[in-house]
């Protein structure tokens, strides 16, 4: 069963943001990473309401892994 994650773009290692520049991507402030078995799919969030829920996701991850590096 495939999963997802919807991530800021600049969180993403700059080759991962180079392959999104590549793909048309490169206007997206936040892209939809689906895994399935053998591939891992880019693509921006599909519904408005995906991407708001995201942005707060994503801040919210933001704000723990900082606290959790001690930045």
Known sequence: MP???VIE???L???VQGWLDAIGLDEHDTVELVFTE???VLRRPLSPELRL???G???TY???FKEL???
Do not use: F, I, Q
């Open 3 to 5: 999963r997802s994650l």
């Open 9 to 11: 773009r600049e969180n």
């Open 13 to 15: 290692p700059k080759v």
């Open 38 to 40: 053998g591939e891992l």
């Open 53 to 55: 829920w995201a942005k």
């Open 57 to 59: 996701v994503v801040d």
């Open 62 to 64: 933001d704000r723990e």
């Open 69 to 71: 590096l001690g930045l």
